[in-house]
C-alpha cells in the first residue's frame, strides 16, 4: 500500500503561540464570513427586490434594492480584507495542508481573483446605475451574483480538499495543471449549499436588524423589511437544519460523531443548535408583532454567535479530519513577543482609527440632520 | 520535492511576475496618489480653487475603483500564486514575518476604510474632516508599504537574520532605508502619471498638468539616488548580474532608464511647458512608461536574486537550500512526495523532474523554453553538465538529485530536439561550428566576449591542436563537463575557435566577473545555515 504524502511541516518553528494564532484565526475568520456573507447574501437580496421592484406596486423592493446598491461594494471590499487575515493565520497553521490543496486545484483556485474583480467591479456598477431601474444594471447584478456563487464553490472545493490528503497523489496524477475539483467528496454539495444558504439567512439577520434601526425613521418601510426578512430567515434557518443533516451523512462517520460525542466538538454543536434555534424565534416573534420588538435586535445578535459557534465547530472538524497527519500540540515555536504586542497594540489602534472615521461620518450626518430639521 | 508541482505550460514564475508587475504599479499608485489627494485637496481649499477641488473629487472616484478593486484584489492574487508556484518559500516566509503581515494587514484595514470614507464624504464631511480622512489613508497606506518592504528586501537580503533570526533584523535588513525611499519616490512619480488620466477638459487643466508634473518630477529626481543607494547595499554577486553581460539584464535596464527619461520628457513637454499637448494618447504612453518602468525595476529585482527566492535559504525552483545535499546523495525518486512516475529509468520520470527541478523558470518551448537552449545535447553530454548547473550564468540552482536522476533528466533534454546531423565541407564548417560552440561551451563561455572568455586559453592554436585539447577539457576544472561530441563536429568547433581566437582583440575587449564561483557559492554553502533555518 502506498502511503499518504503529506509535505513535511516548516523547519522554522510557529513565530506565535498556537492558541494566539487560533484565536485570531477564528476572530478573523468568523469576521469574514460575516463580511462574505453580506456580500453574497445582501446581493441576492437585492437582485431579487431589484427584479421584483421593476413592477411599479413593488415600491420598497425598487428601495431596498437601491439601498444595498451603495453598500455593496463595501461589503465585498471588508470581505477581501478579512479574508486576507483569515488567509494569513491559516497558512501558519496549515499552510502544508492548504498549499497542497491549492495547487491540485491550481487554474480554478488562481481564478478566484479576476472572478471577484469582476463581482466587484459588477457591484460598483450596479451601485451606479441601479437608481434608474432600467438598462443592464440587473444583467451585471446577478453576474456577480453568479461568479461569487462560483467563487465560494471554488473555497469549499479547497477547503475540503485541504482535509483529504489519501485523495491528494491520484488526483494530482490525473491533472498536475490543477484542473481538478474535490468532486469525489460527498461533502462537498451539502456545504456549499449549506455555505449558501446560511448567507441568505445570516444577511436575512442583519436585514432584519437594519429595519429595526430603520423604523425610527420611516416606520412602514422599517417594518416591511423586518417582516419580510424575519420569513426568509426563517425559512433559510429551517432549510439549514436539513442541509445541516445532509452534510453530517455526508462527511465520515468517526467525524460525525466527533461532532455528535466528542465533549468539546458536541458542546460547541449543541451550542450552536440551541443559539441557532432561539435566533430564529426571537426574530421570527418579535417580527410579528404590529410594532416589531426590540427582540429582533437579540435574535439578531444570537445569529451572529452562532456563526462563531459554527467557525469554531468548523474548526474542530478540521481537527478532527487532519488528526490522524497533524499535532499542533507538537510544533515548535519560538513567539515573536515583542512584535506579537506590538501587532495588538497597532490592532486596537487601527479600529480606534476606523472607529474615528466612522465618528467623524456619523457626527457630520448628524448635524446636518439637525440642520436641516424644522425648528 | 516536499509539494506537488503545479504543471503549466508555462514557467511558472512568469504567473507571479505578471500578477506582480500589476500589482505593484497601482499599489504604488496606491500609496503616491493618496498623498497627491489630499495635498492637492489642501492646496484647492486654501486657494478656494472650486475647478481644482472639482478634479478631486473625481480623480478619488478614480483612484477608488482602480486601487480598492484592482489594487486590493491583485494584492490577494500575489497571495495566490506564490503558494501555487513557491509553496515551500512562502511558508518561510509565513513562519518568520507572520507578525509583521499581520501588522500591514492592520495598516490595509484602515486604509481601506479611509479610502472609502474618503471617496464618498466630499459633500457630507467638513474640509477638515475630510483631510484628516485623506491623511490618515496615506499614513496607513504608506505604512503598509514601510512593512512589506522590510519583507520584500528580506528575501534579498536577509543581513543578520541568517545568523539571529531575530525578526527586526530581517525586517530592517542591509536594503530596507534605500528600498524603501525608492518605492516612495515610484510612488510619487505614479501619483503624477496616473493624476493625468482624470485630466479636467477644460476649467483646471492646465494648473492640474502642471501641478502633476510636479510630482512626476520630484520622483524622478529622488529615483536615481535611492537604485544607487540600493544598489551599494545588494550582495556583490547581485551587484555582478548588473555588469552587462547577461542580456536580458543589459535590456531591462536600458528599458527601465529609457521608460523613465521618455515620461519625464513627455511630462516636462506636455505637462510642464504646453498643458494643451497632454491629450489621451500622450498620457496612454505615460501609463505605458509607468508601466514599463515597473515592470523593469520587477524583473532586475527578482533577477539579481537568482538563483534564489530567498537568497541563502530557498531556491528559485523552491527547492530549500538545505535539502540539496541529501537530493544528491538519495535521489528524487526517494525523498519527493509527489511523482507523477515512480520509475527512474522511464521517460515520464525524467519528464517530471523536468517539471519539479526546471518549471519555476523554465518550459520545454517558448519563452525561456529549454528546447532551443539544449538544441545540440546528448543525453550523456546533458547528464554530465547538469553536476555544473550552477555555474551556468550564476542563475542556476544547483542539480538537486542523484546520478540516476541526472541521467533520467539529461535523457529528457537531450530528447527534446532530433540528434544532430551534418555534412561537414570546407564551405559550411565555420557555420557548424559556430553552432556546436553555443550548443557545447557557449552556457558558460564566450571566446571574445565579456563572459568568460577563451582567448587566454585558445590564442595562437591551429584548430588540430585545439581539437586536441577536447578530451582533457573535463579534467581541466571540476567545472568543466567532459566533451563528447562527435569527431567531425569536434573538428568544427576547433576550426570555429582557433579563427575566433585568431582575430584581432577587440577594442573594449575586458573580461567581467561572472556571478558564478566562488564568490556566490560560499554564499550558497547551507553548511553555514544555523541549525533551525535548514
Known sequence: MQTIPIPHVDPLPLPGPVWLLTTLLLLVFTLHLAAMNSALGGSIWALWNYLRGRQSEHLYSRRLANDLATVLPTFLAFTVTLGVAALLFVQVLFGNFLYTSSILIGILWLMVIPLVMVAYYGFYYFSFTAQRGKGIAGCVLATSVCVLLGIAFIFVNNMTLMLSPGRWLAMYRAHPNGWNLNSGDHSVIPRYLHIVNGSIALFSAILAHLGMRKMKVDAEYGRWMVQRSALVFATCTGLQFLLGMWLLLAIPREIAMVLLRGPLAGAVFGLALLSVISAMLLILLGSLAEKPMAMVHVGFGMSLVTLFLMVCLRYLLRLAYLKPYLNLGTLAVRPQTGVIVLFLLLFVGGLATVGYMLWLVARSAKSRASAVAPS | ?534
Open chain 2, 1 to 534: 520535492m516536499n509539494y506537488p508541482h503545479w504543471q503549466l505550460a508555462i514557467p511558472a514564475g512568469m504567473l507571479i511576475a505578471l500578477v506582480a508587475v500589476l500589482h505593484v504599479f497601482i499599489s504604488h499608485f496606491a500609496v503616491g496618489g493618496g498623498f497627491f489627494l489630499v495635498v492637492t485637496e489642501s492646496l484647492a481649499r486654501r486657494q478656494n480653487d472650486a475647478a481644482l477641488l472639482k478634479y478631486c473629487r473625481r480623480h478619488s472616484m478614480f483612484f477608488a475603483l482602480l486601487t480598492l478593486v484592482f489594487g486590493a484584489i491583485s494584492g490577494v492574487g500575489i497571495w495566490f500564486t506564490i503558494g501555487l508556484v513557491s509553496p515551500e518559500a512562502t511558508s518561510t516566509l509565513i513562519h518568520t514575518f507572520v507578525w509583521a503581515w499581520a501588522i500591514e494587514w492592520v495598516f490595509f484595514f484602515v486604509e481601506i476604510a479611509a479610502a472609502i470614507i474618503y471617496a464618498k464624504t466630499w459633500e457630507s464631511l467638513s474640509a477638515r474632516d475630510h483631510q484628516i480622512v485623506g491623511w490618515i489613508y496615506f499614513i496607513a497606506a504608506w505604512m503598509s508599504l514601510f512593512v512589506i518592504n522590510g519583507i520584500l528586501t528580506f528575501m534579498l537580503t536577509p543581513g543578520r537574520w541568517i545568523e539571529t533570526q531575530n525578526f527586526w533584523d530581517g525586517i530592517f535588513n542591509p536594503t530596507f532605508w534605500p528600498s524603501l525611499v525608492a518605492r516612495t519616490a515610484v510612488s510619487v512619480i505614479l501619483a503624477g502619471i496616473f493624476g493625468y488620466i482624470t485630466l479636467p477638459k477644460d476649467e483646471g487643466r492646465e494648473k492640474v498638468a502642471r501641478w502633476a508634473a510636479l510630482w512626476m518630477i520630484a520622483g524622478v529626481l529622488v529615483l536615481p539616488l535611492s537604485l544607487w543607494w540600493y544598489l551599494a547595499r545588494i550582495p556583490q554577486f547581485s551587484q555582478l548580474y548588473l555588469n552587462g553581460v547577461l542580456i536580458g539584464v543589459r535590456h531591462a535596464v536600458r528599458g527601465g532608464v529609457g521608460f523613465t527619461l521618455l515620461a519625464l520628457v513627455l511630462v516636462l513637454l506636455c505637462g510642464l511647458w504646453k498643458p494643451r499637448w497632454m491629450r489621451a494618447p500622450v498620457v496612454a504612453l505615460l501609463v505605458v512608461c509607468g508601466l514599463g518602468m515597473i515592470g523593469a525595476g520587477e524583473y532586475l529585482r527578482e533577477f539579481v536574486r537568482k538563483p534564489w527566492v530567498i537568497n541563502q535559504l530557498v531556491y528559485a525552483n523552491d527547492q530549500r537550500a538545505s535539502q540539496i545535499e541529501a537530493l544528491q546523495s538519495t535521489g528524487v525518486s526517494h525523498t519527493a512526495n509527489f511523482l507523477l512516475a515512480d520509475d527512474p529509468a522511464s521517460a515520464a520520470y525524467g519528464e517530471n523532474l523536468f517539471h519539479l527541478q526546471c518549471g519555476s523558470c523554465h518550459a520545454a518551448g517558448g519563452y525561456r523554453g529549454m528546447k532551443r537552449r539544449v538544441d545540440g545535447w546528448d543525453a550523456e553530454f546533458a547528464a554530465d553538465i547538469l553536476q555544473h548547473i550552477q555555474m551556468l550564468r550564476g542563475t542556476m540552482p544547483p542539480y538537486a538529485g542523484n546520478e540516476e536522476d541526472r541521467k533520467a533528466l539529461g535523457s529528457y533534454l537531450a530528447g527534446l530536439n532530433p540528434a544532430w546531423q551534418f555534412n561537414i565541407t570546407d564551405g559550411n564548417r565555420l557555420e557548424i561550428g559556430e553552432k556546436v560552440f553555443a550548443s557545447r561551451c557557449g552556457h558558460c563561455h564566450t571566446v571574445n566576449g565579456k563572459f568568460r572568455p577563451l582567448r587566454g586559453v585558445f590564442e595562437n592554436q591551429t584548430p588540430s591542436q585545439v581539437q586536441e585539447m577536447f578530451p582533457a577539457l573535463g579534467m581541466m576544472s571540476s567545472n568543466m563537463p567532459n566533451f563528447n561530441a562527435p569527431d567531425d563536429q569536434a573538428l568544427a568547433l576547433a576550426f570555429y575557435i582557433a579563427q575566433e581566437a585568431a582575430k584581432p582583440l577587440p577594442q573594449k575587449f575586458a573580461p567581467a566577473e561572472t556571478p558564478t564561483g566562488s564568490s556566490h557559492s560560499q554564499l550558497m554553502r547551507p553548511a553555514q545555515l544555523p541549525q533551525g533555518v535548514r
